[in-house]
């Protein structure tokens, strides 16, 4: 039953996307770029993060 469940999670998502994209591309454009923005400020957090441990822990 949970299989069925994440299947029509997963149809209904897909379906919202197409969606967006075909009605607003350019909303649609700036939510992939908002995105990709997080991802990035995420991985230099942890890179700030590493490159602290590495350091031992000093500010």
Do not use: H, R
């Not at 490159?51 to 031992?56: F, H, I, K, L, R």
């Amino acid at each position: 039953m949970a299989v069925n469940a994440k299947k029509i999670v997963v149809y209904v998502l897909v379906v919202f996307a197409l969606y967006v994209i075909i009605t607003d591309p350019a909303k649609a454009a700036d939510y992939v770029q908002i995105g990709f923005e997080g991802i990035s400020d995420a991985a230099k957090a942890i890179g700030d993060f590493m490159t602290w441990v590495a350091n031992g822990g000093n500010s």
